[in-house]
Every structure is written in C-alpha cells, then in structure tokens.
C-alpha cells in the first residue's frame, strides 16, 4: 500500500511538471531565433547578458540551499560563531565577482548600443558577408494610423496597409512616423521595435536573410483597437519581388489625399490594401502634418520662423503643388 502512494504521488508530480510546461509547447523562440541579421544580433546580446548574470545568479542561489543544510540546527558537526560578523576576503569575493559581472556587461552594451544603433546604415548582410559597394537600400516609409499601418515605397510609387515585402539580402530603410499618437514599430523576426511619433520621423535598418512570411504590430498600446494593429512582412525573392511590385502596380488604386484623410480614420481590423500610385508628396505631408487642405507643413513654418522662406510661399501648399523638399526637417 505504501508503495502504491508513494507511486501514485511520483505520477501526480510528473504530471503537474508537464501541464506547468505544457503552455510552452508551441512557443517557437522567435526573438531569439530570428531571420535578419540585426534580430538574430540582438537576441545573441540577451543570451551573452543573461549568461554573464547567470555566474552570479547559479551560484548564489546554490549557496542559499547548501548554507541552509549546512547550519540547519540538527547538524551538530557544523561550526558555530555566534559573534562572527567580517572577513575581508570574503568581502573582496562578495564584491569583486558582481563588479567584474558589471564591467563585462557595460563593455558589451557599449559597444553594442553603437553597432546596433537603428539609425546606422547596415555594414553587413550577415556575419560572413559586407553589404556590396553597388546595392541601393530599399526604402520604407511607414506610417502608424488608428489602428493600422500605411507603407509606402517611394523608389516604386507604390503604397499598401498592412502588408509589407522585401527582397532577401537587401538592405532596408525604414523612415517612421504616426499620424496622431504615439505608437511602436516591431517586427520581431526582422529587428527591435522603434517608435513611431507624430510630427517626427524615427528609422530603423535592417535585412532578412530568409524568406518566409512573418508577423509585424504595434508594440505601444495606442487606444481601443491595438490589439488588432497587425500587418504580414514578406521576405521574397528578388524575382518574386518584383512580380509583387508588378502585381501592386497592375491594381490600378490611387491613394489621394482625400483617400487617405478617410484611411486615416481610427478602425480596426483593416483588410490588406494595395495602391498603384500615391499624391505626390503624401509622406512628406503627413509627416509634417499637412495633408489638409490649407495646412500649413512643420517644415516650412520652421522655415520661416528661421527666415528661410517668405510666408507667402506658403499658398503653394494650397494647391496641392509641393516641388522638391530639400528633406525631412522634422527628422529626429
């Protein structure tokens, strides 16, 4: 009979270490198992981090659990010093160990805060290949609405909502920017998350190395539909690239400033769109908060603050009739 419970209490255990265990089943580790060169440095950088605090953490705890059964009351072998209370070598042991934890992980940080930086442009594909001398970036404009994301591809005239793709081993530029709150721009099998700010322009470089079809959102709650603030990033083929593009472009949908002032209404849950051709100038405009008719854009009441323009250029804006901005002012 006793071995029978003490069976049936063994089995019980089993079984509450696997239901505890189950919930992980089908977690896949993206972030640190990810599919673009800058992701797969950042999740490297958590596992060095958490190693490092690992030699003082295993140890520690350890300790805590051999002291405990060292000392109990019933071991009458162990020492006894009731009036003990210093010793500089273990004092030297106690704080040397954390402080050479500490240096090793400010080093690493330091380094790669500059290497990592989002606004750096990308030096390598991979770790065994540089970025080639001849490649353009492809450039992504994002902008974060309520409670979708709008990307346009200015080398391509195009634009699409919720949907994104890129060439494999390409570099990519992101310029970032919202059109009315705060938000975070994350896809986590491509880089880290970086925010996304009205009136600013925030970006971020990165590459994939795969291809394969990933999930991307907003990683800042932004009001009652960021749960579903949700889009798809493609890594393609060039050729298959260019068939996206292709097909983009064969749709025949223009996003024009009135199209996109009704875009930019807060709902949720927004089907995948695809445009053939945008207003001239449209990031530009929603990024220095203009796109209304009569708006009058950041960059130039700067300039004008400045003394750079005369305000009455500013009616060319009423028109419609942007010419070539010498660049985005509102930059961060």
């Known amino acids: 009979m006793i071995a029978v419970t003490h069976f049936t209490r063994a089995c019980l255990r089993s079984l509450s270490l696997m239901l505890c265990l189950l919930p992980l089943a089908g977690c896949d580790l993206l972030l640190l198992n990810p599919f673009g060169d800058i992701a797969h440095q950042q999740g490297r950088l958590i596992v060095q981090a958490t190693y490092l605090m690992l030699l003082i953490i295993v140890p520690v705890i350890a300790l805590t659990f051999l002291f405990a059964w060292r000392y109990r009351a019933s071991n009458a072998k162990a020492t006894y010093k009731p009036n003990w209370d210093h ?40 770790a065994d290949r540089p970025v080639p001398a001849n490649v353009e970036p492809l450039v992504i404009e994002v902008v974060a609405l309520d409670w979708k994301w709008l990307f346009f591809y200015p080398q391509h005239g195009i634009a699409t909502v919720n949907e994104i793709a890129a060439p494999v081993d390409r570099p990519i530029t992101f310029k970032i920017t ?60 060039d050729a298959d690239f260019e068939r996206w593009i292709a097909h983009i472009k064969s749709g025949g949908n223009t996003l024009s400033r009135e199209a996109y002032l009704q875009l930019a209404l807060p709902s949720v849950a927004e089907p995948v769109r695809r445009y053939a051709q945008t207003a001239p100038d449209l990031y530009h405009d929603i990024l220095n ?21 005369p305000r009455a250029q500013h009616g060319e804006h009423d028109e419609h009739q942007h010419g070539e901005h010498s660049g985005h002012s509102t930059s961060m």
């Open 87 to 126: 010793s500089t070598q273990l004092e030297l042991v106690i704080w040397a160990a954390p402080l050479m934890i500490i240096i090793a992980l400010g080093a690493i940080t330091w380094i790669s805060t500059h290497t990592l930086d989002p606004y750096r442009p990308l030096d390598r594909i991979d």
């Open 178 to 237: 919202a059109s009315n709150v705060m938000n975070s721009f994350y896809i986590p099998a491509l880089a880290g998350q970086i925010y996304a700010m009205p009136g600013m322009e925030t970006k971020l470089h990165a590459v994939i190395n795969s291809a394969g079809d990933f999930a991307g959102f907003s990683a800042n709650y932004s009001g009652a539909g960021f749960s579903q603030m949700r889009f798809r990033f493609k890594g393609l083929s």
């Open 289 to 309: 908060l203009c796109v209304e008719p009569g708006a009058l854009c950041m960059d130039h009441m700067m300039a004008i603050d400045m003394g750079m323009m």
